[in-house]
Protein backbone atom coordinates (compact mmCIF):
# COMPACT_ATOMS: atom_id res chain seq x y z
CA UNK A 1 0.00 0.00 0.00
CA UNK A 2 2.94 2.26 0.49
CA UNK A 3 4.49 1.68 -2.00
CA UNK A 4 1.15 1.99 -4.32
CA UNK A 5 1.00 5.67 -2.50
CA UNK A 6 4.82 6.55 -3.20
CA UNK A 7 4.60 5.48 -6.94
CA UNK A 8 1.38 8.00 -7.32
CA UNK A 9 3.02 10.58 -5.96
CA UNK A 10 6.38 9.95 -8.04
CA UNK A 11 3.75 10.37 -10.75
CA UNK A 12 2.76 13.79 -10.14
CA UNK A 13 6.20 14.68 -9.78
CA UNK A 14 7.23 13.82 -12.72
CA UNK A 15 4.00 14.14 -15.21
CA UNK A 16 5.16 17.16 -17.04
CA UNK A 17 2.75 19.74 -17.69
CA UNK A 18 1.52 20.21 -21.14
CA UNK A 19 3.25 23.17 -23.26
CA UNK A 20 1.18 26.71 -23.65
CA UNK A 21 1.04 27.32 -27.25
CA UNK A 22 2.74 30.59 -28.53
CA UNK A 23 -0.68 31.84 -31.04
CA UNK A 24 -2.34 34.82 -30.28
CA UNK A 25 -5.05 32.97 -28.49
CA UNK A 26 -2.73 31.60 -26.14
CA UNK A 27 -4.23 33.78 -23.22
CA UNK A 28 -7.95 32.18 -24.05
CA UNK A 29 -6.96 28.73 -24.30
CA UNK A 30 -4.96 29.14 -20.62
CA UNK A 31 -8.35 30.67 -18.97
CA UNK A 32 -8.66 27.07 -17.03
CA UNK A 33 -5.01 27.49 -15.75
CA UNK A 34 -6.77 29.65 -13.51
CA UNK A 35 -7.45 27.65 -10.38
CA UNK A 36 -5.36 25.72 -7.82
CA UNK A 37 -4.06 22.91 -9.18
CA UNK A 38 -1.26 19.92 -8.32
CA UNK A 39 0.69 21.18 -10.99
CA UNK A 40 3.36 24.43 -10.02
CA UNK A 41 3.86 25.06 -13.42
CA UNK A 42 0.11 24.99 -14.49
CA UNK A 43 -0.14 27.67 -11.59
CA UNK A 44 2.77 29.57 -12.56
CA UNK A 45 1.62 29.72 -16.05
CA UNK A 46 -1.91 31.14 -14.72
CA UNK A 47 0.27 33.34 -12.67
CA UNK A 48 1.91 34.82 -16.04
CA UNK A 49 -1.07 34.93 -18.38
CA UNK A 50 -3.04 36.77 -15.57
CA UNK A 51 -0.48 39.48 -14.79
CA UNK A 52 0.57 39.55 -18.31
CA UNK A 53 3.73 38.56 -17.97
CA UNK A 54 5.12 40.93 -15.86
CA UNK A 55 8.88 41.30 -15.92
CA UNK A 56 8.94 41.93 -12.02
CA UNK A 57 7.15 38.63 -10.97
CA UNK A 58 10.11 36.13 -9.80
CA UNK A 59 9.88 32.41 -9.96
CA UNK A 60 12.45 30.69 -8.13
CA UNK A 61 12.30 26.98 -8.43
CA UNK A 62 14.24 24.97 -6.59
CA UNK A 63 14.62 21.19 -5.60
CA UNK A 64 14.68 19.70 -2.25
CA UNK A 65 15.16 16.19 -0.71
CA UNK A 66 16.62 13.49 -3.42
CA UNK A 67 15.42 10.10 -5.06
CA UNK A 68 14.34 12.13 -7.29
CA UNK A 69 13.55 15.32 -5.16
CA UNK A 70 10.47 17.59 -4.96
CA UNK A 71 9.74 20.63 -7.27
CA UNK A 72 9.33 23.79 -5.23
CA UNK A 73 8.65 27.04 -6.21
CA UNK A 74 9.13 30.28 -4.89
CA UNK A 75 6.83 33.17 -6.41
CA UNK A 76 6.99 36.86 -5.74
CA UNK A 77 7.11 40.56 -6.81
CA UNK A 78 10.07 42.13 -7.20
CA UNK A 79 9.00 45.62 -6.52
CA UNK A 80 6.20 44.92 -3.43
CA UNK A 81 8.46 42.84 -1.36
CA UNK A 82 11.66 42.55 1.29
CA UNK A 83 13.90 40.86 -1.15
CA UNK A 84 16.52 40.35 1.87
CA UNK A 85 13.69 38.65 4.08
CA UNK A 86 12.96 36.54 0.88
CA UNK A 87 16.69 35.02 0.44
CA UNK A 88 17.09 34.75 4.14
CA UNK A 89 14.11 33.56 5.47
CA UNK A 90 12.26 31.32 2.65
CA UNK A 91 15.03 30.55 0.30
CA UNK A 92 17.51 29.92 1.97
CA UNK A 93 15.31 27.98 5.00
CA UNK A 94 13.80 25.83 2.08
CA UNK A 95 17.74 24.86 1.29
CA UNK A 96 18.20 24.09 4.65
CA UNK A 97 15.84 21.59 5.62
CA UNK A 98 16.92 19.33 8.10
CA UNK A 99 13.99 16.59 8.05
CA UNK A 100 13.44 14.28 5.89
CA UNK A 101 11.62 14.63 2.65
CA UNK A 102 12.12 10.57 1.48
CA UNK A 103 10.16 9.28 4.38
CA UNK A 104 7.13 11.74 4.09
CA UNK A 105 6.67 11.07 0.34
CA UNK A 106 6.19 7.89 1.12
CA UNK A 107 2.51 8.45 2.71
CA UNK A 108 -0.57 8.81 1.26
CA UNK A 109 -1.08 12.50 1.50
CA UNK A 110 2.59 13.90 0.76
CA UNK A 111 2.90 16.73 -0.24
CA UNK A 112 0.49 18.36 1.91
CA UNK A 113 2.29 16.65 4.89
CA UNK A 114 5.35 18.48 3.43
CA UNK A 115 3.42 22.30 3.23
CA UNK A 116 2.42 21.71 6.75
CA UNK A 117 5.78 20.96 8.53
CA UNK A 118 7.29 24.29 6.27
CA UNK A 119 4.45 25.93 8.34
CA UNK A 120 5.86 24.53 11.69
CA UNK A 121 9.53 24.08 11.60
CA UNK A 122 10.96 25.97 8.04
CA UNK A 123 9.55 29.70 7.83
CA UNK A 124 10.14 31.55 11.02
CA UNK A 125 8.58 34.91 9.59
CA UNK A 126 5.55 36.10 11.45
CA UNK A 127 2.42 35.47 9.10
CA UNK A 128 2.71 32.17 7.23
CA UNK A 129 -0.88 30.60 6.21
CA UNK A 130 -2.80 28.43 3.26
CA UNK A 131 -4.37 30.72 0.58
CA UNK A 132 -8.07 30.46 0.29
CA UNK A 133 -8.75 30.10 -3.25
CA UNK A 134 -7.10 31.56 -6.72
CA UNK A 135 -8.21 34.82 -6.25
CA UNK A 136 -7.16 35.32 -2.72
CA UNK A 137 -3.78 33.99 -3.73
CA UNK A 138 -3.86 36.79 -6.68
CA UNK A 139 -4.38 39.25 -4.25
CA UNK A 140 -1.86 38.18 -1.53
CA UNK A 141 0.72 38.41 -4.45
CA UNK A 142 -0.10 41.72 -5.69
CA UNK A 143 0.14 42.90 -1.94
CA UNK A 144 3.40 42.25 -1.48
CA UNK A 145 3.17 38.05 -0.16
CA UNK A 146 5.70 35.30 -1.38
CA UNK A 147 3.95 32.24 -2.62
CA UNK A 148 5.28 28.85 -1.85
CA UNK A 149 3.88 26.28 -4.27
CA UNK A 150 5.30 21.91 -4.00
CA UNK A 151 4.87 19.67 -7.03
CA UNK A 152 1.81 17.56 -5.74
CA UNK A 153 -0.49 19.73 -3.91
CA UNK A 154 -2.93 22.00 -4.64
CA UNK A 155 -2.28 24.30 -1.51
CA UNK A 156 -0.16 26.96 -1.61
CA UNK A 157 1.59 28.96 1.04
CA UNK A 158 1.40 32.91 1.52
CA UNK A 159 4.15 34.62 3.72
CA UNK A 160 3.95 38.46 4.23
CA UNK A 161 7.21 39.56 3.09
CA UNK A 162 5.66 43.57 2.27
CA UNK A 163 8.65 45.73 1.66
CA UNK A 164 9.72 48.41 -1.24
CA UNK A 165 10.68 51.90 -0.46
CA UNK A 166 8.98 54.35 1.86
CA UNK A 167 9.38 57.73 2.85
CA UNK A 168 10.69 57.85 6.66
CA UNK A 169 9.31 59.66 9.33
CA UNK A 170 9.74 63.34 9.37
CA UNK A 171 7.83 66.77 10.32
CA UNK A 172 4.18 67.35 9.54
CA UNK A 173 4.56 69.77 6.80
CA UNK A 174 1.14 71.27 7.25
CA UNK A 175 0.89 71.24 11.23
CA UNK A 176 3.92 72.70 12.35
CA UNK A 177 4.32 73.10 16.17
CA UNK A 178 6.50 75.17 18.08
CA UNK A 179 6.58 73.11 21.11
CA UNK A 180 5.75 69.45 20.91
CA UNK A 181 6.21 65.67 18.75
CA UNK A 182 7.84 66.43 15.46
CA UNK A 183 7.09 63.17 14.13
CA UNK A 184 4.34 63.15 11.31
CA UNK A 185 2.75 59.95 9.27
CA UNK A 186 3.48 58.71 6.18
CA UNK A 187 2.29 56.76 3.35
CA UNK A 188 2.82 52.91 4.84
CA UNK A 189 -0.23 52.05 6.66
CA UNK A 190 2.07 49.73 9.24
CA UNK A 191 4.37 52.33 9.99
CA UNK A 192 0.99 54.82 10.82
CA UNK A 193 -0.59 52.35 13.25
CA UNK A 194 3.37 52.01 14.97
CA UNK A 195 3.48 55.52 15.61
CA UNK A 196 -0.35 55.32 17.45
CA UNK A 197 0.42 51.90 19.02
CA UNK A 198 3.36 53.93 20.70
CA UNK A 199 1.40 56.74 22.08
CA UNK A 200 -1.41 54.31 23.56
CA UNK A 201 -0.28 51.55 25.20
CA UNK A 202 -3.46 49.83 25.71
CA UNK A 203 -5.04 46.78 25.12
CA UNK A 204 -8.14 48.46 24.97
CA UNK A 205 -6.69 49.88 21.18
CA UNK A 206 -8.50 47.89 18.29
CA UNK A 207 -6.82 47.96 14.85
CA UNK A 208 -9.38 46.15 12.15
CA UNK A 209 -7.77 46.15 8.34
CA UNK A 210 -10.06 45.67 5.42
CA UNK A 211 -9.29 46.59 1.90
CA UNK A 212 -11.30 48.71 -0.57
CA UNK A 213 -11.25 49.46 -4.33
CA UNK A 214 -12.03 46.28 -6.55
CA UNK A 215 -8.89 47.11 -8.46
CA UNK A 216 -6.07 48.79 -6.61
CA UNK A 217 -6.92 46.56 -3.40
CA UNK A 218 -5.92 49.27 -1.06
CA UNK A 219 -5.05 48.37 2.66
CA UNK A 220 -7.21 50.58 5.39
CA UNK A 221 -7.37 50.15 8.53
CA UNK A 222 -10.17 51.48 10.71
CA UNK A 223 -8.62 52.37 14.56
CA UNK A 224 -10.88 52.96 17.67
CA UNK A 225 -10.70 52.41 21.75
CA UNK A 226 -12.91 50.02 22.48
CA UNK A 227 -14.81 51.03 25.91
CA UNK A 228 -14.90 54.83 24.95
CA UNK A 229 -15.62 54.89 21.57
CA UNK A 230 -19.59 54.10 20.37
CA UNK A 231 -20.10 51.17 19.10
CA UNK A 232 -23.18 52.19 17.20
CA UNK A 233 -20.63 54.66 15.31
CA UNK A 234 -18.14 52.27 14.87
CA UNK A 235 -20.37 49.61 12.90
CA UNK A 236 -21.51 53.05 11.46
CA UNK A 237 -17.82 53.85 10.28
CA UNK A 238 -18.08 49.92 8.58
CA UNK A 239 -21.38 50.57 7.18
CA UNK A 240 -20.09 53.25 5.10
CA UNK A 241 -17.07 51.68 4.00
CA UNK A 242 -18.66 48.37 2.92
CA UNK A 243 -20.77 50.83 0.32
CA UNK A 244 -17.88 52.12 -1.18
CA UNK A 245 -17.62 50.85 -4.92
CA UNK A 246 -14.98 52.13 -6.80
CA UNK A 247 -12.22 51.14 -9.19
CA UNK A 248 -9.09 52.50 -7.12
CA UNK A 249 -8.02 54.48 -3.91
CA UNK A 250 -4.89 56.24 -4.23
CA UNK A 251 -5.57 58.89 -0.93
CA UNK A 252 -7.35 59.12 2.36
CA UNK A 253 -9.29 61.93 0.15
CA UNK A 254 -11.02 58.93 -1.64
CA UNK A 255 -12.67 57.54 1.30
CA UNK A 256 -13.21 61.08 2.53
CA UNK A 257 -15.42 61.92 0.32
CA UNK A 258 -17.60 58.88 0.06
CA UNK A 259 -18.09 58.16 3.21
CA UNK A 260 -18.63 62.02 4.92
CA UNK A 261 -22.84 62.53 5.65
CA UNK A 262 -24.71 63.28 2.57
CA UNK A 263 -25.03 66.99 2.43
CA UNK A 264 -23.22 69.68 0.19
CA UNK A 265 -21.38 71.65 2.04
CA UNK A 266 -18.14 73.78 1.68
CA UNK A 267 -17.05 72.77 5.67
CA UNK A 268 -15.19 70.07 6.36
CA UNK A 269 -16.96 66.89 8.06
CA UNK A 270 -14.20 64.60 8.13
CA UNK A 271 -11.29 66.09 9.83
CA UNK A 272 -7.84 64.61 7.77
CA UNK A 273 -4.48 65.32 9.96
CA UNK A 274 -0.58 64.11 9.56
CA UNK A 275 0.14 64.50 13.36
CA UNK A 276 0.05 61.40 15.53
CA UNK A 277 -0.32 63.09 18.67
CA UNK A 278 -3.62 65.01 17.25
CA UNK A 279 -5.05 61.69 16.15
CA UNK A 280 -3.71 60.07 19.77
CA UNK A 281 -5.92 62.46 21.83
CA UNK A 282 -8.87 62.19 19.44
CA UNK A 283 -8.73 58.43 20.17
CA UNK A 284 -8.89 58.77 23.71
CA UNK A 285 -12.05 61.04 23.16
CA UNK A 286 -14.04 58.13 21.22
CA UNK A 287 -12.91 59.11 17.91
CA UNK A 288 -12.30 56.56 14.82
CA UNK A 289 -9.48 56.49 12.89
CA UNK A 290 -9.18 55.69 9.15
CA UNK A 291 -5.95 54.96 7.92
CA UNK A 292 -5.70 54.67 4.27
CA UNK A 293 -2.54 53.01 2.68
CA UNK A 294 -0.13 55.34 0.47
CA UNK A 295 -1.79 58.08 2.36
CA UNK A 296 -0.12 60.57 4.70
CA UNK A 297 -3.21 62.00 5.76
CA UNK A 298 -5.63 59.96 8.37
CA UNK A 299 -9.25 60.57 8.77
CA UNK A 300 -10.97 61.31 12.36
CA UNK A 301 -14.64 60.88 12.48
CA UNK A 302 -17.13 61.96 13.59
CA UNK A 303 -15.60 65.76 13.85
CA UNK A 304 -16.90 68.69 15.11
CA UNK A 305 -17.00 72.60 14.05
CA UNK A 306 -14.61 73.43 17.13
CA UNK A 307 -11.99 70.88 16.37
CA UNK A 308 -10.61 72.53 13.36
CA UNK A 309 -9.29 75.48 15.46
CA UNK A 310 -7.73 72.77 17.65
CA UNK A 311 -3.75 73.05 17.05
CA UNK A 312 -1.45 70.40 18.85
CA UNK A 313 0.51 73.23 20.70
CA UNK A 314 -2.53 73.80 22.73
CA UNK A 315 -1.74 70.50 24.46
CA UNK A 316 1.98 71.87 24.70
CA UNK A 317 1.75 74.80 25.88
CA UNK A 318 0.24 76.21 29.18
CA UNK A 319 -3.70 76.14 29.25
CA UNK A 320 -3.30 80.23 29.37
CA UNK A 321 -1.28 80.45 26.21
CA UNK A 322 -3.05 78.02 24.79
CA UNK A 323 -6.35 79.68 25.61
CA UNK A 324 -5.02 83.26 23.82
CA UNK A 325 -4.22 80.98 20.52
CA UNK A 326 -7.40 80.01 20.62
CA UNK A 327 -9.31 82.74 20.70
CA UNK A 328 -6.74 84.64 18.14
CA UNK A 329 -7.52 81.46 15.94
CA UNK A 330 -11.54 82.33 16.10
CA UNK A 331 -11.05 86.22 15.37
CA UNK A 332 -8.72 84.90 12.69
CA UNK A 333 -11.61 83.61 11.26
CA UNK A 334 -14.21 85.91 11.32
CA UNK A 335 -11.27 88.75 9.63
CA UNK A 336 -10.97 86.41 6.94
CA UNK A 337 -14.83 85.71 6.38
CA UNK A 338 -15.85 89.61 6.74
CA UNK A 339 -13.11 91.61 6.43
CA UNK A 340 -13.73 92.58 3.00
CA UNK A 341 -17.09 92.52 3.12
CA UNK A 342 -17.61 95.46 5.71
CA UNK A 343 -15.29 97.48 4.10
CA UNK A 344 -17.19 97.52 0.93
CA UNK A 345 -20.64 97.75 2.95
CA UNK A 346 -18.94 100.93 4.93
CA UNK A 347 -17.51 102.69 2.47
CA UNK A 348 -20.30 101.80 -0.25
CA UNK A 349 -23.64 102.41 2.10
CA UNK A 350 -22.39 103.06 5.85
CA UNK A 351 -19.88 105.73 5.43
CA UNK A 352 -21.38 107.72 7.64
CA UNK A 353 -19.76 104.90 10.16
CA UNK A 354 -16.39 105.73 9.65
CA UNK A 355 -14.62 108.20 11.46
CA UNK A 356 -14.39 111.49 9.53
CA UNK A 357 -10.75 112.00 9.45
CA UNK A 358 -10.46 108.35 8.11
CA UNK A 359 -13.28 109.22 5.71
CA UNK A 360 -11.56 111.98 4.41
CA UNK A 361 -8.39 110.03 3.57
CA UNK A 362 -10.61 107.45 2.26
CA UNK A 363 -12.16 109.69 -0.26
CA UNK A 364 -9.16 111.32 -1.76
CA UNK A 365 -7.52 108.36 -1.80
CA UNK A 366 -10.41 106.36 -3.89
CA UNK A 367 -10.94 109.73 -6.14
CA UNK A 368 -8.54 108.44 -8.85
CA UNK A 369 -9.68 104.76 -8.95
CA UNK A 370 -12.06 103.77 -11.54
CA UNK A 371 -13.72 100.93 -9.95
CA UNK A 372 -16.45 100.24 -7.35
CA UNK A 373 -15.37 98.72 -4.29
CA UNK A 374 -16.42 95.57 -5.32
CA UNK A 375 -14.79 95.65 -7.77
CA UNK A 376 -11.31 96.05 -6.45
CA UNK A 377 -11.71 93.70 -3.75
CA UNK A 378 -12.42 90.67 -6.12
CA UNK A 379 -9.61 92.32 -8.29
CA UNK A 380 -6.95 92.07 -4.85
CA UNK A 381 -8.59 88.63 -3.99
CA UNK A 382 -7.74 87.07 -7.00
CA UNK A 383 -4.19 87.98 -7.12
CA UNK A 384 -4.08 87.32 -3.71
CA UNK A 385 -4.95 83.70 -4.29
CA UNK A 386 -2.80 83.39 -7.48
CA UNK A 387 0.40 84.33 -5.57
CA UNK A 388 -0.84 81.52 -3.28
CA UNK A 389 -1.56 78.74 -5.87
CA UNK A 390 1.87 79.64 -7.86
CA UNK A 391 3.30 79.56 -4.05
CA UNK A 392 2.35 75.94 -3.89
CA UNK A 393 3.44 74.99 -7.04
CA UNK A 394 7.22 76.43 -6.90
CA UNK A 395 10.26 74.87 -5.62
CA UNK A 396 10.25 76.00 -2.13
CA UNK A 397 13.66 77.14 -2.62
CA UNK A 398 11.87 80.01 -4.77
CA UNK A 399 8.07 79.80 -3.23
CA UNK A 400 8.58 81.86 0.06
CA UNK A 401 10.56 84.87 -1.65
CA UNK A 402 8.40 84.70 -5.22
CA UNK A 403 5.10 85.43 -2.93
CA UNK A 404 6.58 87.85 -0.68
CA UNK A 405 8.35 89.52 -3.80
CA UNK A 406 5.68 89.42 -5.68
CA UNK A 407 2.41 90.48 -2.78
CA UNK A 408 5.43 93.66 -2.21
CA UNK A 409 5.33 94.24 -6.31
CA UNK A 410 1.85 93.64 -7.26
CA UNK A 411 0.49 95.67 -4.40
CA UNK A 412 3.21 98.23 -5.08
CA UNK A 413 2.15 98.58 -8.79
CA UNK A 414 -1.78 98.64 -8.55
CA UNK A 415 -2.22 101.40 -6.30
CA UNK A 416 0.35 103.63 -8.32
CA UNK A 417 -1.15 102.88 -11.20
CA UNK A 418 -4.96 103.64 -9.29
CA UNK A 419 -6.23 100.30 -10.12
CA UNK A 420 -7.09 99.75 -6.13
CA UNK A 421 -7.02 102.18 -3.02
CA UNK A 422 -4.50 101.40 -0.29
CA UNK A 423 -7.02 100.75 2.47
CA UNK A 424 -8.12 97.83 0.72
CA UNK A 425 -5.00 96.62 -0.25
CA UNK A 426 -3.93 96.70 3.65
CA UNK A 427 -7.76 94.96 4.49
CA UNK A 428 -6.95 92.67 1.93
CA UNK A 429 -3.39 91.52 3.13
CA UNK A 430 -4.77 91.31 6.64
CA UNK A 431 -7.61 89.15 6.00
CA UNK A 432 -5.57 86.69 4.06
CA UNK A 433 -2.76 86.42 6.47
CA UNK A 434 -5.87 85.82 9.05
CA UNK A 435 -6.38 82.45 6.79
CA UNK A 436 -2.85 81.50 8.01
CA UNK A 437 -3.45 81.29 11.66
CA UNK A 438 -6.43 78.59 11.27
CA UNK A 439 -4.47 75.33 11.80
CA UNK A 440 -6.32 73.08 9.53
CA UNK A 441 -6.55 73.88 6.02
CA UNK A 442 -9.51 73.11 4.43
CA UNK A 443 -10.87 75.15 6.98
CA UNK A 444 -9.39 77.67 5.84
CA UNK A 445 -10.46 76.96 2.44
CA UNK A 446 -14.03 77.12 3.27
CA UNK A 447 -13.68 81.00 5.06
CA UNK A 448 -11.65 82.17 1.79
CA UNK A 449 -14.47 80.43 -0.50
CA UNK A 450 -17.26 81.81 1.62
CA UNK A 451 -15.46 85.02 1.34
CA UNK A 452 -16.54 85.92 -1.80
CA UNK A 453 -20.33 85.43 -0.81
CA UNK A 454 -20.48 88.01 1.77
CA UNK A 455 -17.94 90.29 -0.59
CA UNK A 456 -21.14 90.05 -3.52
CA UNK A 457 -24.12 90.41 -0.36
CA UNK A 458 -22.34 93.33 1.30
CA UNK A 459 -21.69 95.35 -2.20
CA UNK A 460 -25.82 94.51 -2.72
CA UNK A 461 -27.49 95.40 0.44
CA UNK A 462 -24.28 96.44 2.85
CA UNK A 463 -24.72 95.51 6.41
CA UNK A 464 -27.87 93.78 6.45
CA UNK A 465 -26.56 91.54 3.28
CA UNK A 466 -23.47 90.62 5.98
CA UNK A 467 -26.26 89.78 9.17
CA UNK A 468 -28.68 88.11 6.27
CA UNK A 469 -25.65 85.80 5.44
CA UNK A 470 -24.19 84.86 8.72
CA UNK A 471 -27.93 83.85 9.82
CA UNK A 472 -28.24 81.66 6.65
CA UNK A 473 -24.57 80.44 7.48
CA UNK A 474 -24.93 79.77 11.19
CA UNK A 475 -28.50 77.84 10.00
CA UNK A 476 -26.39 75.94 7.51
CA UNK A 477 -23.82 74.80 9.81
CA UNK A 478 -26.56 73.72 12.81
CA UNK A 479 -28.17 71.54 9.84
CA UNK A 480 -24.85 69.88 9.64
CA UNK A 481 -23.53 66.27 10.94
CA UNK A 482 -20.53 64.23 10.80
CA UNK A 483 -21.67 60.46 11.69
CA UNK A 484 -24.77 61.91 12.96
CA UNK A 485 -23.05 63.82 15.56
CA UNK A 486 -24.29 67.93 15.56
CA UNK A 487 -21.31 69.91 13.72
CA UNK A 488 -21.47 72.39 16.24
CA UNK A 489 -21.60 70.49 19.44
CA UNK A 490 -20.83 71.95 21.93
CA UNK A 491 -22.12 75.20 21.35
CA UNK A 492 -26.02 74.16 19.64
CA UNK A 493 -26.44 71.61 20.95
CA UNK A 494 -25.03 73.16 24.22
CA UNK A 495 -23.07 70.92 26.24
CA UNK A 496 -21.92 72.50 29.72
CA UNK A 497 -18.69 69.86 30.22
CA UNK A 498 -17.31 69.84 26.60
CA UNK A 499 -17.07 73.59 27.26
CA UNK A 500 -13.54 72.41 29.27
CA UNK A 501 -11.86 72.03 25.52
CA UNK A 502 -13.58 73.65 22.67
CA UNK A 503 -13.18 77.71 22.82
CA UNK A 504 -11.62 77.46 25.76
CA UNK A 505 -8.41 74.56 27.07
CA UNK A 506 -9.31 74.24 30.52
CA UNK A 507 -6.26 73.07 32.60
CA UNK A 508 -5.64 68.96 32.90
CA UNK A 509 -6.00 69.01 36.22
CA UNK A 510 -9.87 69.98 35.76
CA UNK A 511 -10.05 67.61 32.07
CA UNK A 512 -10.63 64.18 34.01
CA UNK A 513 -12.90 62.49 31.89
CA UNK A 514 -13.38 61.52 28.38
CA UNK A 515 -15.57 64.38 26.61
CA UNK A 516 -19.09 63.50 25.95
CA UNK A 517 -18.51 64.10 22.21
CA UNK A 518 -19.99 60.98 20.55
CA UNK A 519 -22.12 59.81 23.46
CA UNK A 520 -25.18 61.93 25.48
CA UNK A 521 -28.80 63.53 24.81
CA UNK A 522 -28.74 63.20 20.95
CA UNK A 523 -28.50 61.00 18.20
CA UNK A 524 -25.61 59.34 17.27
CA UNK A 525 -26.01 57.72 13.93
CA UNK A 526 -27.77 58.29 10.77
CA UNK A 527 -31.09 56.94 9.92
CA UNK A 528 -29.70 54.43 7.40
CA UNK A 529 -27.94 52.82 10.22
CA UNK A 530 -31.23 52.92 12.12
CA UNK A 531 -33.27 51.13 9.77
CA UNK A 532 -30.33 48.81 8.52
CA UNK A 533 -29.84 48.05 12.87
CA UNK A 534 -33.88 47.57 12.56
CA UNK A 535 -34.09 45.39 10.07
CA UNK A 536 -31.36 43.06 11.23
CA UNK A 537 -33.33 42.79 14.62
CA UNK A 538 -36.31 41.92 12.76
CA UNK A 539 -34.65 39.21 10.74
CA UNK A 540 -33.67 37.91 14.26
CA UNK A 541 -36.97 37.75 15.79
CA UNK A 542 -37.92 35.59 12.54
CA UNK A 543 -35.79 33.54 12.83
CA UNK A 544 -36.45 33.12 16.80
CA UNK A 545 -40.16 32.36 16.23
Aim: charged letters at 20%; hydrophobic letters at 45%.
Amino acid sequence: MRRHHRGQFMKNLTQKPAKSPDTPHAEQSALPLFQMSNSIQQMIDGIRIQNGNSSDIVVRELMIGENPGVPIAVVYIESLVQVDLVNNFIIRSLLDIEFKIDDMVEEENGASLINDRFIQKVFSLGSVKYCEDWDDMIDKLLLGSTLVMIEGSSKVIQIVTTGGEFRSITESQTESVVRGPKEGFVESMNVNVSLLRRRIHSSELRVETRTVGSKSQTNLAVIYMSGIAEKEIVEEVHRRLDQIQIDAVFDSTYIEELIQDEAFTIFPTVYATERPDTSAVRLMEGRVIIIVDGSPFVLIVPTIFAHFFHSAADYSDRFDIAIFLRLLRYVSFLVLLLGPSLYIAMTTYHYQLIPSALLYNLVSQRENVPFPAVVEAIILELIFELLREAGVRMPRVVGQAANIVGGLVLGQAAVQAGIVSPLLTIVIAISGTASFAIPTYSMAIAGRLFRFGFILLAAAFGLYGIVLGLIALLAHMNSLRSFGIPYMTPFSPFVLDQQRDSILRFPFSLMKHHPKAVSGEYTTVSHAAKENKQEVQNDQNKKGS
